[in-house]
DNA sequence: CATGAATGAGACTTCATTCAT
DNA sequence: AATGAATGAAGTCTCATTCAT
């Protein structure tokens, strides 16, 4: 059984929901197409089952990684990549089950059981985001309705972009780049500020010992 | 024929490729479902067609309004505040249909066809921080490859989000604030330097009239 | 189409709504299964067109020949007579099939569709009774609740244990000795009243002479 | 094993033989499907088992009862009543399931073990109205064939719409007008005339003795 | 040109039944 | 004796597509 949710992720990830066929899966393991209905009730709900398990894997390595004691902009890389990495692993075909059956309305609906899974699944950026916001390090001036997407619209479109080119990339390079470009975004423009007069400070402070010196 | 291809865009928009039907489409026109075939070889083409539309419509809205004149900045917030307009008036539907059909590797693998439309549909994003990054405005210390997702990627979850929760939004205060936010992560930390460098030119005539006196 | 609706009286009226499928239908008809489907949109809506019209031939058979000029016992043989008839000829099939499925409460359902159509099937007679006993010619003390299974009752078994035997039966003369024993059973008590009153008289008289003597 | 057959039979009796299945007799008992063919060859022996003990249950139960020493009247109205009281305590499903099943001729064919069951269960009325045959209660001059139907059918009718309606029915009430509608059809003609005259006679013989004292 | 009619291919699903343990 | 696991066979239904008219 834990078999034919593992092939159920290829197929389903593969091909999308409407295109996986329960023929195939069964074929792949080998076995019944009337085994596969022994342990799901049906298409959709192994498909659920397929998503849910794979959420759970990221939030779990999410929440299991994430260095709390570090900076946010530590923490926010330390996002980035995992993301980059748990989905290229794994294939971006999740990626593009999970947002374009997400959001269907058709028959088979898996929109409803998804919704909470995502929640959970943001909820360390969103929390992370929160936190920057509080100690001033993250610009307060915009919700974070516009500041998740973001961070991960982005991702997003890299990981699709891999996909589509067949083309290797360097995750950590990329990370770390992504990290440096997003957090110019998200930094309160005061710091940047309040870090300039800070120094001009310190330099006026040097410059009058000089002077006096 | 043109019928055709305006319900298709709405059928396909609202049901993705896999549920949308030929036989839906002809009974929303009243016509025999054979005349679909008359015009169109089958579905796929008919999706093609409706997909080159749309990227026709946004290519051209682009281009004709894009204002070269104005500062790159100006440019960007126009093509963003463009996008999410004419997304959110097509509905997300076509953004979904885009994004979903046109990766996957299945039988009707609109893909190929439809790769060199999204070059072109992003050429103009792409011209403009091309551009951007020779005039030093745009930081070119990171590639392309990279910034393009940044600019595209959030403006896609917005729209999802937007569709998800049925909420309206403020397309041009939403525009906006993202360019903002982008601007902060695209333009050239020369400016930064550049401000430094003034800065280290004040110090300096600072230090003379300190030598001096 | 219209074979669509023979056949599917064939074979429903064999096999009952469960095991008869829409497989064999298709394949005495030597057609696609898929054309079926072309016509009706399931099983189910088939299964009731085939009741229906099935209802309608016989509901017009019993409206076109009744004999209301007769007396209400010829009309009542009249009915007796055409349903054996058309049951017979019919294959007792669909007796069969609309007592069982018409009442069943299963994904089939088509009980709800059944039963106004089992109400026009059953008004002749039900009118009849009812004239019968306005005009004292059927006895009212009893509920046509009551008086109408008296007479559909044994038709049905009559019907079903000629299929079971797989005896001819002759129409005419069952239809005649049952209707004599029904009418003894319908038929107002008035007739039994009127002996006893005789008899009262006829002991009054006794007695009378009983008091002379 | 007992408890198969009693699960057996609820479901037997509510869904119908082919809308039954094996899995939700299991379920129902919390025992595995696999049991019960351990117990059973098949489904098809189960139902058959069903439908045996059901009737050795009213076949007995009429046997134990039967007023024997009463007249044939009272004999035929405690089969009404005995017949209309087990059939709703037990559900008409179990009706259903005989005259429907009992007759097909499909894969299942229940029919062949069925019909001696019918006729041992048919056999007490038969008897009864043999009885009063030779007796000359009963009118002789019609069938056993024909006046058979004529109690059980009406039976059959009131059940089934009883369950249809959902409506309770005073069974002794029912069965008490039913036996006398059915006694009218019954009796002898001539016995109507022969208890007439016997009352005379007796009428005559009190007013005899009446007059000597 | 438009279409009515037909259909091949295949999808999901159900269920009685088997068998090794 | 009881069962967990597996499945063959079959069923209903969908849908893009064809073709003669």
Redesign the interface.
Known sequence: MRDIVRVGREVFS???Y??ATTTEIAQRLGISEATVFTYFRGKRELCLRVITEWYDEIIAAIAAGLPRHKSVRAQLEFIVATHLRLFLVHGTGMC?LV??EG??K?PSDLGDAVLPLQRRYTAPLMDLLARGQASGEIRAD?PL??????V???????L??A??TQRRIDIDA?AS??T???W???RA?SA?LAA?RA??SE?GAV?DR??AG
Chains 1, 2, 3, 4 share one sequence.
């Open positions: 593969e091909r999308g409407e295109r593009a947002l374009s959001r269907s058709g915009v309705r516009l500041l998740r997407p973001l991960f619209g982005p991702m997003e479109h890299i699709w972009e996909v589509a990329t780049t992504m440096e470009l997003l110019n975004a998200l423009p940047e300039l120094m001009r330099l410059l000089a002077q």
